[in-house]
C-alpha cells in the first residue's frame, strides 16, 4: 500500500545520513520535448521538429531526451511516445532517450515491457522507461484508452510491480522477447507524495513534474530519499526536477515568450483555444484580465525565465530547495528557433 500523504512531509527537514543532491557544478541537464503543434494541422512539423530537436540537443551535450504521452490534446502531438522513441533513436547516437512518461494505467505491463525491451535492443544502453499514473488526457478519453472502458488508476502500484518484474527477472512468465541486452530502467514521475513513497518503496529514480504541478512540496524529493529502499537496479536515490525553462539573449524576449506559452496554456483549460495557438506577437496584445493574470502568478516560482545568468540562478535555486540531482528542462515556445536558442543558452550557462 501506499502509505503517504501531505502530512508525511510535516516532520521531514533533511535525509539523515545521505547526501541530498549532487554538487551544482556537476549538475546534468536533460531535455523533456513535449511535440507541439501550432494549430491541429501542424502535427506532422511538431514531431520533425522533435527528432530535429534530439539531434539538436546531442550535439549540446544534454544527458537525456524524454518525450511526453498526450491524448486528444491538438496542441500536443505526442500521443504515442514508443513510437516517436523509435524515430529518435534512429536519429542520434549517444543521448539518453525516455519517455516522459508512459500512462501505465492505460496498458497491459506486458506489453510496455515488451516494447521497451525491443527499443533498448535497438538503441542499447541508452533507453529510459518512465511511467506515471496520469490519464494524460480527459476522462472520457482515458476511458476510450482503456480496453475495456475501465481506466485502472488504482492498480498502478500493481502495475509498477508487474512491469519491473518483467523487465528485470529472467524467471518472468511469459518471458518478455526480445530480452534487450542491458536491463531497461524504469523511473517513476509524479507530483505529489503517493508517487514519491512508491519509487522510495520500489527502488527507482524520480521525476518531480514541478512544471506540471507548480505547487508541489519543494519536500517531496527530500520524502522519497529518505523513504528509498535499495534495490539491485538502483542501490542510492537518485531524482530530477522537471521544470519550464524559458532562456533568451534579453529579459524581455525570454519574458515574450513565457507570457506566450502561458496564455495558451490559460486559454486551452479554459476552453478557448479550439486546437489554435497565439503566436507571441498576438500574445503581446493580448487582453490579460486578473484571471489570466492569477493563472501566470501560479507558476511563477517554479520555473526559470530570463537571460543565461538569470535562469542559472534561478535553476539552481531550484534544485537547491527541491534536492535535485538533475534538471530536466522542458522549454515550450511556440517558434522552433527560439526553442534551440533556449537549450544552447542554458547549457552554455552551465558550461
Not at 475501465?150 to 511469459?174: I, M, T
Not at 524529493?221 to 537518485?238: D, N, T, V, W
Amino acid at each position: 500500500p501506499i502509505e503517504a500523504r501531505t502530512s508525511s512531509l510535516d516532520h521531514l527537514q533533511h535525509v539523515p545520513g545521505r547526501s541530498i543532491r549532487c554538487p551544482l557544478s556537476t549538475m546534468k541537464l536533460s531535455v523533456l520535448d513535449q511535440s507541439l503543434a501550432r494549430s491541429a494541422d501542424q502535427a506532422p512539423a511538431a514531431l520533425r521538429e522533435t527528432i530535429e530537436m534530439s539531434r539538436w540537443c546531442e550535439q549540446l551535450g544534454y544527458e537525456r531526451f524524454w518525450v511526453s504521452e498526450h491524448h486528444a490534446f491538438p496542441a500536443v502531438a505526442g500521443s504515442a511516445p514508443e513510437v516517436l522513441l523509435a524515430a529518435i533513436g534512429a536519429a542520434t547516437s549517444t543521448i539518453r532517450i525516455g519517455s516522459g512518461g508512459i500512462m501505465l494505467p492505460h496498458y497491459s505491463a506486458y506489453k510496455v515491457a515488451e516494447v521497451f525491451s525491443l527499443l533498448g535492443s535497438l538503441y542499447a544502453d541508452r533507453v529510459d522507461l518512465g511511467v506515471g499514473r496520469a490519464p494524460g488526457a480527459d476522462m472520457s478519453t482515458a476511458v476510450a484508452l482503456a480496453s475495456d472502458g475501465r481506466p485502472r488508476f488504482e492498480h498502478f502500484p500493481e502495475l509498477v510491480a508487474k512491469l519491473s518484474d518483467y523487465l528485470w527477472n529472467d524467471q518472468a512468465s511469459p518471458v518478455v522477447s526480445p530480452r534487450a541486452p542491458q536491463p531497461i530502467p524504469l523511473w517513476m514521475l509524479g507530483s505529489s507524495p503517493d508517487s514519491a513513497v512508491l519509487a522510495a518503496q520500489r527502488g527507482l529514480p524520480y521525476n518531480l513534474g514541478l512544471f506540471i504541478n507548480p505547487q508541489a512540496d519543494p519536500r517531496l524529493i527530500g520524502l522519497y530519499k529518505s523513504r528509498f529502499q535499495p534495490s539491485a537496479m538502483q542501490p542510492e536515490p537518485y531524482a530530477i526536477l522537471s521544470i519550464s525553462v524559458f532562456c533568451a539573449d534579453t529579459l524581455e524576449q525570454a519574458q515574450a515568450l513565457q507570457l506566450t506559452y502561458d496564455l495558451n496554456l490559460f486559454r486551452f483549460f479554459s476552453g478557448q483555444s479550439n486546437g489554435a495557438s497565439l503566436t507571441p506577437q498576438e500574445a503581446l496584445n493580448y487582453p490579460v484580465g486578473p484571471r489570466e493574470q492569477a493563472f501566470i502568478a501560479s507558476r511563477q516560482d517554479s520555473r526559470a525565465a530570463g537571460t543565461p545568468e538569470q535562469v542559472r540562478e534561478r535553476v539552481e535555486a531550484l534544485a537547491t530547495l527541491h534536492h535535485a540531482d538533475e534538471i530536466m528542462a522542458v522549454t515550450n515556445m511556440y517558434y522552433f528557433e527560439d526553442r534551440k536558442r533556449s537549450f544552447q543558452l542554458l547549457k552554455e550557462a552551465f558550461a
